[in-house]
């Protein structure tokens, strides 16, 4: 089983701020994806990062895949209440396989 | 395309009873995974299924759970003599290949 670390585990910030959240693993990945669940709500697949190094935007949500493919980040910029909810990190499951994720950081923005 | 729909969304046993969860897949999916949420473990694989065939079963107790799919209608994870433990969200996910589609899920009390 590959173990999935994610930090922080909470992070409460105010709205404007930017902020950093990590997924990190001894194993090496072909791709990593992250996903955002909203309260009440499943989690929504945000992207998937395929190559080492790679870099990938959403509005205001970068995403980069370490270069070794053994970590990613996730760097919100001028964070939004919108944006509160718990983000997970999942390598990409084959099909037939389930999805094995980490714990999640769980943001809390406040306005 | 409707999305994956579960119900009932809150759902409130006694110890003892039983508590039956149901996932309607995106349609065109054949594929179903149910996981289970707790606060201290996070989102957790139990089940996976194609329809009327349970293909991993893995993540689920031996005891008291059980999962169907039957050619028509929704999937249903069964919960028998539910007890205070068993207080979780559990979310289905369904899956025409590879990429899963997660439902809002169904919240789960055990008084």
């Known amino acids: 089983t590959q173990l999935l670390e994610q930090s922080p585990q909470f992070l409460s910030i105010q709205e404007g701020e930017n902020l950093t959240v990590y997924c990190n693993s001894s194993?090496?990945?072909?791709?990593l994806q992250w996903y955002r669940q909203e309260p009440g709500e499943g989690p929504v697949l945000l992207v998937t990062v395929v190559t080492g190094g790679e870099v990938k935007k959403l509005k205001r949500l970068t995403f980069q895949f370490g270069d070794a493919r053994k970590d990613s980040s996730l760097h919100i910029t001028a964070a939004q209440p919108g944006d509160t909810g718990l983000y997970l990190c999942a390598p990409p499951n084959q099909a037939g396989t389930a999805l094995i994720f980490g714990k999640g950081t769980t943001l809390s923005v406040s306005s | 395309n409707a999305g994956v729909m579960q119900n009932p969304r809150h759902l409130v046993r006694r110890r003892g009873q039983e508590a039956r969860l149901r996932c309607s897949p995106m349609?065109?999916?054949?594929?179903v995974y149910w996981y289970r949420q707790l606060p201290e473990e996070g989102l957790k694989f139990m089940v996976y299924?194609?329809?009327?065939?349970?293909?991993?079963e893995s993540g689920m107790p031996k005891e008291r759970f059980s999962a169907e799919f039957p050619k028509e209608g929704p999937s249903i994870l069964r919960i028998q003599q539910v007890v205070r433990g068993d207080s979780a969200a559990y979310f289905c996910a369904s899956s025409p290949q590879d990429t899963q589609y997660f439902g809002p899920g169904t919240r789960l009390t055990v008084l």
């Open positions: 194993s090496v990945f072909s791709s």
């Open positions: 349609k065109g999916h054949s594929h």
């Open positions: 299924l194609q329809k009327e065939n349970i293909i991993d």
